[in-house]
Every structure is written in C-alpha cells, then in structure tokens.
C-alpha cells in the first residue's frame, strides 16, 4: 500500500455546557476525520448526533489510552486524520491527550488543536482576579501530597486556578484557608455556560459561610485564589459598598 500523506492528530474541544459553542469549525473537522477518537463514545454521540456528524467513533479514556494511542498512531500512518474530544471542553486538559499528542509526535505525525471552549479561561477572566499572569494546577491529588501542593501554591505571585469536585469544596476552602488565612480573596466559578452559572467573589471566609449555608452546592466547579499581594491591593481597595 502506497500511502500519499501520513495522517494528522487533530484535538478538538467541545462545549462545557452550552451546546451554541461548538464552532463550525469543530464541526467541519469531526465530519471530514477518518475517525473521532472519544473520552466516552456514549456521551459524546449526543453531541455528535445533534451536529449530523456520522463519522465513526472509537474510544480513548484514561483506562485503555496506552494501547489505543499506538492503533491510533498506526492508522495515522496508514493516512487516517483523527480527531480527538473529550466529554467536555479541551482535550489534554484535565482529560485523555498527552499521551495520545506524545505518540503521535514520536511517530513524527502532525498534531494540531483547535481552540475552543475549557473551563478555566472563562473563569479566569471573569473572575475579577489578575489574569495576566496565572497558573493552572487542574485537580489536587486527593490526599498523598495534597498539602504540600497547597502550601506552595498559596505563596504563588500568580493567580492559581484549581478544578474540583463539588462534594470536596468545602474541604479545599478550609484548607486554603488554613494556609493562606480566611482574609484570602478567592473566587468560585460554578456551572459555567450553563443556566445556572455563578460567580462567588470574596475571601475565603466569605466563600466559606456561603459554602455553609447552602445545603449542598451542584454543578462543576473552578476555584482560583488571588496571590498574596493582589489579594492585599483588593483587601485594601475602596468597596462601592454593593456585592460583587
Ligand atoms: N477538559 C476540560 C476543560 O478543558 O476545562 C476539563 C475536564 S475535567 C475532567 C472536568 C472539570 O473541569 C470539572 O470538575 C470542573 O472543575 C471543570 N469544569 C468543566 N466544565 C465546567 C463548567 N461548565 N463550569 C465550571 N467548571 C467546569
């Protein structure tokens, strides 16, 4: 078999709650890919089959990726362009794709992403925080080193966002705010895209006592905490005396 053109690996983000995201562009490249490779072939065939995208799908998680990622690279340079999605937002990011992007870069194929929608630049930017310098941490380990990565991460210079799990907010308030101390301004991004997307901007122990008076707080979730000393500068700013 004579192969003209090795195939390319082509990330492809999805909306992370409003469907309206997806680009026509995302939405050409699914129909024209040989393959879609997905994080789960189930929840992204609704999106797929709200945009008409009848292209065949297979799947690439986190418990099959080591061996998918090589049949994938194999049929790259068989000359088959795949796309990869995650359930939501950008692949790679807190989701299957290094290891997908790593193969194929050693196999020497082309890797290419399409922007697109992720959760944490939305919320970076209307946060309220300095987003000209950041850091993004994505999940903390659940426990072993847990507390390590928070007492760095709350001497950072930048502003640090974090991904979590709604059930553990509560937890990772508290030990925020054991580390970096209750006047920390903070802010809570839930549900964003979403109908009932919200902001929560304030210092932790603010962000704390409305963790505590809501009966169970939903939906996903980023957390990103000001540095130091721009927390101090929006501590010491002037308030027009309304809710932010
Ligand atoms: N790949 C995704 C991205 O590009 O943002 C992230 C996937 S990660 C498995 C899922 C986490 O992203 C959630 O637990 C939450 O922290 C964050 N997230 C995803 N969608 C969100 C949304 N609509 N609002 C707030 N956070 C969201």
Not at 59 to 84: C, P, Q, W, Y
Not at 128 to 146: A, N, Q
Request: with cysteine; hydrophobic share 40%.
């Amino acid at each position: 078999m004579i192969v003209e053109r090795p195939g390319r690996l082509i990330l492809v983000p999805t909306p992370i709650g409003n469907l309206s995201d997806m680009s026509e562009r995302a939405i050409e490249t699914l129909k024209a890919v040989s393959r879609i490779a997905c994080e789960d072939t189930r929840t992204s065939g609704v999106l797929l089959s709200h945009y008409g995208i009848s292209t065949p799908t297979t799947s690439f998680h986190a418990h099959n990726e080591h061996g998918k990622a090589t049949r994938l690279v194999e049929s790259m340079i068989r000359g088959d362009d795949i796309a990869l999605i995650s359930d939501a937002g950008s692949p790679g990011i807190s989701d299957p794709g290094y290891l997908l992007v790593r193969a194929a870069l050693d196999a020497h194929l082309e890797v290419t992403s399409l922007p697109g929608p992720s959760a944490l630049i939305p919320a970076l930017a209307a946060s309220g925080l300095p987003s000209d310098r950041f850091v993004f941490e994505g999940f903390l380990p659940p426990k072993k080193g847990r507390q390590t990565r928070i007492k760095a991460l709350v001497e950072e210079d930048r502003t640090v966002i974090l991904y979590e799990s709604p059930h553990r907010l509560k937890k990772l308030l508290t030990q925020l705010a054991e580390h970096a101390g209750m006047d920390r301004q903070a802010v809570v991004a839930r549900e964003l895209s979403k109908k009932f997307e919200e902001f929560r901007r304030g210092t932790l122990e603010e962000l704390l006592a409305w963790v505590n008076d809501v009966t169970k707080v939903r939906g996903e979730i980023v957390v990103l905490i000001a540095s130091p000393k721009a927390s101090q500068r929006l501590n010491e700013a002037p308030k027009s005396g309304e809710a932010w």
